[in-house]
Nanobody, 124 residues
Framework: QVQLVESGGGLVQAGDSLRLSCAASGRTFSRYAMGWFRQAPGKKREFVARITWSGGMTAYAASVKGRFTISRDNANNTLYLQMNSLKPEDTAIYYC?????????????????WGQGTRVTVSS
């Protein structure tokens, strides 16, 4: 079992940067692929980024590619999302999720564990 706790959200202006963190409990974090998802007001939750258990492969949604970077520190059981050049359309609640099967997928149904989310608001 893995428990996930996100932090680092807040209110920023367009063009600013934020780094989200996701602290994981349990000894199995390093074996799981991980992902970030987000849910904007009135919209469905959507995939943002994913990373393999080793950190050797990453992938991004087209809307964030080139601006966001996903990374992980397995020694400290932490997942990160560096967000640069933020836009108002990035406003959402951001969730980290663990994929115990390491499917390395964009499909949220394959993610077994979810954090409670951290809110990011980008003003224009």
């Amino acid at each position: 079992q893995v428990q996930l706790v996100e932090s680092g959200g807040g209110l920023v202006q367009a063009g600013d940067s934020l780094r989200l963190s996701c602290a994981a409990s349990g000894r199995t974090f390093s074996r799981y692929a991980m992902g970030w998802f987000r849910q904007a007001p009135g919209k469905k939750r959507e995939f943002v980024a994913r990373i393999t258990w080793s950190g050797g492969m990453t992938a991004y949604a087209a809307s964030v590619k080139g601006r966001f970077t996903i990374s992980r520190d397995n020694a400290n059981n932490t997942l990160y999302l560096q967000m640069n050049s933020l836009k108002p359309e990035d406003t959402a609640i951001y969730y980290c999720a663990a994929d115990s099967g390491s499917y390395y997928t964009t499909e949220e149904d394959f993610y077994d564990y979810w954090g409670q989310g951290t809110r990011v608001t980008v003003s224009s």
